[in-house]
T-cell receptor
């Protein structure tokens, strides 16, 4: 069974900072890895998807990297804004075995 | 449909009653997942359907929980004799099976919030 760990569990930063969220997983036999954000009381919104053959993906201020062999992914958020405040979840994708980390709860202070 | 649709969005029930939660996946998505999220906690895998294959029920917490899916369409999660610890948001997700150009991207519904009194 895939085990997913996200560090840190919580992060509070002032607006404008660049930050890195970490995700590690135990089974590298994945076909993709997705990063999601979850706002309080809401469902999950997909941010980025990295296929197993790729090493990174970028969308606006977000950049996600994947090192499949070491079982790690990072989400880099540039120039953070208060609207980025949410819980960020990573999900290494395997058929029949989509597991989630507990997430990193991010607070960006104005 | 345009997205994953779940109903009801909110359900309040009395302890001991049965409840049914419905998920309508994106049209053509062969894979469907149910997750449970208790207040302040992470997503807990419940069950996975893929096409006509036998479902992976390994995450169902007890025999009070069951789920069905008709072909590649709607899925129903049933909780019998509900208990207070069943209170949670139940999230459904669907995807294409990853192959070729299909990335296997997972799409979530907004969830069904269940409160057991």
């Amino acid at each position: 069974k895939q085990e997913v760990t996200q560090i840190p569990a919580a992060l509070s930063v002032p607006e404008g900072e660049n930050l890195v969220l970490n995700c590690s997983f135990t089974d590298s036999a994945i076909y993709n890895l997705q990063w999601f954000r979850q706002d309080p009381g809401k469902g999950l919104t997909s941010l980025l998807l990295i296929q197993s053959s790729q090493r990174e993906q970028t969308s606006g201020r977000l950049n996600a990297s994947l090192d499949k062999s070491s079982g790690r992914s990072t989400l880099y958020i540039a120039a953070s804004q208060p609207g980025d405040s949410a819980t960020y979840l990573c999900a290494p994708g395997r058929p029949r075995d989509m597991r989630f980390g507990a997430g990193t709860r991010l607070t960006v202070k104005p | 449909g345009a997205g994953v649709s779940q109903s009801p969005s909110n359900k309040v029930t009395e302890k001991g009653k049965d409840v049914e939660l419905r998920c309508d996946p994106i049209s053509g998505h062969t894979a469907l997942y149910w997750y449970r999220q208790r207040l302040g906690q992470g997503l807990e895998f419940l069950i996975y359907f893929q096409g006509n294959s036998a479902p992976d029920k390994s995450g169902l917490p007890s025999d009070r929980f069951s789920a069905e899916r008709t072909g590649e369409s709607v899925s129903t999660l049933t909780i019998q004799r509900t208990q207070q610890e069943d209170s949670a948001v139940y999230l459904c997700a669907s995807s294409l099976f990853p192959s070729g150009a299909n990335t296997g991207e997972l799409f979530f519904g907004e969830g069904s919030r269940l409160t057991v009194l």
